[in-house]
């Protein structure tokens, strides 16, 4: 009873498809966590490599490593949903197959979890990014931020840290979105609860940048308008608010915004200091970058 307070399990899920190789990184990252108390779910969907023999011998050998294989191939929404909903562990938190956890990254998050106010309901790390074996930091993430906020940017980034049943509650991933399946996921978590998720100061997350494979979360620009227009209208936006989340289109090659949207978002950013991102955002919307 002792260990379950103070070490309770927590469930990392993964989905994957066709990528070995960054699997078994990401697969090792996990399993050497400082903090030990944790299962690893792998729902691979339908890869034609060895994902799936590589699956079989992790899991005999590591006995808190379950992995499932979807029936037909069918995204990595429907792949997160199906781990999330096996999960046994009190916490749960994501990585993507091509991105890796620093050693300390579970107990970071937990740490943060164990200090946080009772109006959070969710912690998200700060990055690093990959860029061939060299480390650098990302931009930092606000403090912390409520749904409103995330009208601005997806300041979450890809993965959270929250109780299993609080994800399962909000129905978890809308498979029904080609693009932004994480982003509309957070703020419709923090619409529905009236809670804010708050960063927890480090850098621990890491996402790589080098490899040569497709991102799990890139996706092409009609895919994103078609995610755009499904997330505006999922959550009824008033007309300032979809355009504000329009000017996230730009940077990746959407460029019909109007410029007056982006003076709105650049006095209404919930941190000064992050004034810059606008400045970023016109900069490439008029092609100087």
């Known amino acids: 009873m002792k260990k379950a307070l103070s070490e309770p399990l927590i469930t990392v899920y993964i989905p994957t498809y066709n990528r070995v190789s960054l699997l078994q990184r990401a697969v090792d990252s996990v399993l050497l966590q400082t903090y030990k108390n944790i299962e690893v779910i792998v729902v691979d969907d339908q890869s034609t490599d060895s994902t799936v023999e590589y699956l079989r011998s992790v899991s005999k050998c590591n006995a808190n490593v379950r992995f499932f294989v979807n029936e037909v191939?069918?995204?990595a929404c429907v792949s997160r949903n199906k781990a999330i909903h096996e999960a046994r562990g009190e916490y749960v938190t994501g990585l993507d197959d091509d991105d890796y956890f620093c050693k300390d990254?579970?107990?970071s998050l937990l740490r943060a979890w164990r200090k946080k106010d009772k109006d959070a309901i969710a912690i998200f790390p700060n990055f690093l990014r990959d860029a061939g074996g060299v480390l650098k930091k990302a931009s930092a993430r606000l403090k912390s931020c409520r749904a409103s906020d995330l009208i601005f940017s997806n300041w979450i980034g890809n993965q959270i840290f929250t109780?299993?049943?609080v994800l399962q509650s909000v129905g978890g991933f809308d498979e029904d979105f080609p693009a932004w399946q994480d982003y509309e996921c957070w703020y419709r978590l923090l619409k529905n609860t009236g809670k804010k998720a708050v960063c927890s100061g480090e850098y621990t997350y890491v996402q790589d940048a080098s490899h040569a494979q497709?991102?799990?979360?890139?996706?092409?620009t009609d895919k994103i308008t078609r995610a755009w227009n499904l997330f505006t209208e999922k959550h009824l936006l008033s007309r300032t608010e979809r355009e504000i989340v329009r000017l996230m289109l730009v940077t990746y090659g959407v460029r019909n915004v109007k410029l007056?949207?982006?003076l709105i978002k650049m006095v209404r950013m919930p941190k000064p200091t992050n004034i810059k991102n606008s400045i970023v955002v016109i900069f490439k919307y008029l092609k100087i970058i």
């Open 73 to 75: 191939n069918s995204g």
């Open 105 to 107: 990254h579970v107990e």
């Open 163 to 165: 109780q299993r049943d």
């Open 214 to 220: 497709e991102r799990i979360s890139s996706s092409g």
């Open 260 to 262: 007056r949207y982006l």
